[in-house]
Antibody, heavy 124, light 113 residues
Framework: EVQLVESGGGLVQPGRSLRLSCTASGFTFGDYAVSWVRQAPGQGLEWLGFVRSKSYGGTSEYAASVRGRFIISRDDSKNIAYLQMNSLRTEDTALYYC???????????????WGQGTLVTVSS | DIAMTQSPDSLAVSLGERATINCKSSQSVLYRSNNKNYLAWYQQKPGQPPKLLIYWASTRESGVPDRISGSGSETDFTLTISSLQAEDVAVYYCQQYYSTPLTFGGGTKVEIK
């Protein structure tokens, strides 16, 4: 079964850092790009960025709202994608999902599947 | 950035009746070189992550019932549930992948009347 599982969420103070992990199974992780998407409580979906597969350089792109604060990376030997979140703000409180792009291109496309999400709460 | 606007915000439909959700992009998401619309639809049930329904505006993901269909081109798109079932109660989102940042519509909540 193709599966993604996020971990690393929790309560963190404003200004601090947190690293989320997205562990993949059931497919050749290195062949696919992975995105991070968040959903604030009761709100819609916000794409944060993605990391390409190594076939396309393993480079990342970000939404303006997190560029310079968040870093997306991957370790294909462990089948894990990471979201390093720095200088956290109260407005970063959300459920954070990772999702696979099944298209296997350099372009970020649609998402399938999604993980169940990990909750990040930024509060003093 | 391409803004995605969905309408209505919510709708209540009787079982067996048609539900129609609209999604409008602030600029065309049709890539002329391959004649594909870079638009996807997702379904999110309470307490669950989004589930892919449709990509390329009208290609149904494997396992999605054929009562759910997508249509439209350039800036105007529609998700149709031809005969609403109880299990279709959810929030539906459109998403463009024509350009980064990828953006989602605000969601449409579908309920049973």
């Amino acid at each position: 079964e193709v599966q993604l599982v996020e971990s690393g969420g929790g309560l963190v103070q404003p200004g601090r850092s947190l690293r989320l992990s997205c562990t993949a199974s059931g497919f050749t992780f290195g062949d696919y790009a992975v995105s991070w998407v968040r959903q604030a409580p009761g709100q819609g979906l916000e794409w944060l960025g993605f990391v390409r597969s190594k076939s396309y350089g393993g480079t990342s792109e970000y939404a303006a709202s997190v560029r310079g604060r968040f870093i997306i990376s991957r370790d294909d030997s462990k089948n894990i994608a990471y979201l390093q979140m720095n200088s956290l703000r109260t407005e970063d409180t959300a459920l954070y999902y990772c999702a696979r792009d099944p298209s296997r291109t350099s372009h970020c496309n649609w998402f399938d599947p999604w993980g169940q999400g990990t909750l990040v709460t930024v509060s003093s | 950035d391409i803004a995605m606007t969905q309408s209505p915000d919510s709708l209540a439909v009787s079982l067996g009746e048609r539900a129609t959700i609209n999604c409008k992009s602030s600029q065309s998401v049709l890539y002329r070189s391959n004649n594909k619309n870079y638009l996807a639809w997702y379904q999110q049930k309470p307490g669950q992550p989004p589930k892919l329904l449709i990509y390329w505006a009208s290609t149904r993901e494997s396992g999605v019932p054929d009562r759910i269909s997508g249509s439209g081109s350039e800036t105007d798109f529609t998700l149709t549930i031809s005969s609403l079932q109880a299990e279709d109660v959810a929030v539906y989102y459109c998403q463009q992948y024509y350009s980064t940042p990828l953006t989602f519509g605000g969601g449409t909540k579908v309920e049973i009347k």
